[in-house]
């Protein structure tokens, strides 16, 4: 059993915690200081609730209180999501015992290395769900009115579909892969608001989908409704950006806080799309 807490007397008096700031999209990023009373049980997310609180950096020196996102506040929103002292996970879900366990001089902060930062610790994850609508990571449905009820879904079925359905969009999984790169537009002067979106949908289409959609793919497809779309799911895999460009690294799979296979998802993901070649391959 993991011992939450450090022993009594390590307990430090003050936190350090170092965060990597940005301004806004596109500028230098700098380095701050914080320094936080310790108190036990801390969570990350409550160590930049005290930053903020406190509105000053380990100099004295007051600063605008940096910026995250949060949502659920237990690890099913994903929104949380930034490097803690170089691993990228859920600052919910980062206990900071834990964390002056491992590293007792302090906590680095910093957003995600894949997603354009919007400021701070706060990062842009459109791609990310926009690699989702590329293969209709969803169930169809043509109507509104009571259908009854759906089709059973075996025993064996469920068991393969429930791990992947705990997906929650963080992003971990993308920001560990060396094919993800990331992908960061600035708005041209003569570009209209949607002309700009236009130009980035497209840019995000061409690139890597990423582990997470092709594992949604394979969860969607395997479902009784779901299973509707499947070729156009595989066709999408199948494009550029899709399956081909998984360099098959596994760091995906080593960093999901979730435990999803991802990488048997891609090798599912891999069988499909070569029977749905060979099927097109003969319909010609
Ligand atoms: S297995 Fe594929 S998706 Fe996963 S980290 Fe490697 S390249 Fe990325
Ligand atoms: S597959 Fe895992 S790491 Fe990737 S987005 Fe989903 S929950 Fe996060
Ligand atoms: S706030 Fe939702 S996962 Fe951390």
Redesign the pocket.
């Known amino acids: 059993m993991i011992a939450l807490e450090p022993n009594l007397k390590n307990r430090p008096e003050w936190i350090n915690v170092r965060v990597r700031r940005q301004d806004g999209p596109g500028l230098e990023p700098y380095w701050e200081l914080h320094k936080i009373q310790y108190e036990p049980e801390l969570n990350v997310i409550s160590v930049l609730q005290r930053i903020a609180a406190q509105a000053t950096n380990s100099d004295g020196r007051k600063v605008a209180p940096v910026v995250w996102d949060c949502g659920c506040l237990e690890e099913v929103c994903g929104s949380c999501t930034m490097v803690i002292n170089g691993q990228v996970r859920q600052s919910c879900s980062a206990l900071v015992d834990k964390l002056l366990q491992d590293n007792p001089d302090e906590l680095v902060l910093e957003p995600m290395n894949k997603f354009p930062v919007v400021r701070d610790l706060m990062v842009d994850r459109q791609r990310l769900f926009r690699a989702l609508t590329r293969v209709k990571a969803w169930v169809p449905v043509d109507s509104y009115y009571d259908m009854g009820s759906g089709e059973r879904i075996l025993r064996d079925t469920q068991e393969q579909n429930y791990p992947l359905s705990q997906c929650m969009s963080c992003g971990c ?1 993308l920001d ?5 790169t990331k992908v960061e537009l600035t708005k041209k002067s003569d570009e209209t608001d949607e002309e700009f979106e236009a130009r980035k949908l497209a840019e995000f289409d061409k690139d890597f989908v ?2 997470h959609a ?1 594992s949604q793919a394979m969860l969607f497809n395997n479902h009784p409704t779901g299973k509707s779309l499947a070729g156009e799911r595989l066709e999408a895999l199948m494009g550029p950006g899709g399956i081909a460009a ?8 080593a960093v999901c806080p979730k435990e999803i296979p ?2 048997t998802s ?1 090798a599912r993901a891999g069988r499909a799309t070569t029977v749905q070649a060979i099927k097109k391959w003969f319909e010609k």
Do not use: F, K, R
């Open positions: 999984c560990a892969c060396p094919q993800y990423g582990p092709i998984c360099g098959n690294a596994q760091n995906c799979v991802l990488t891609i």
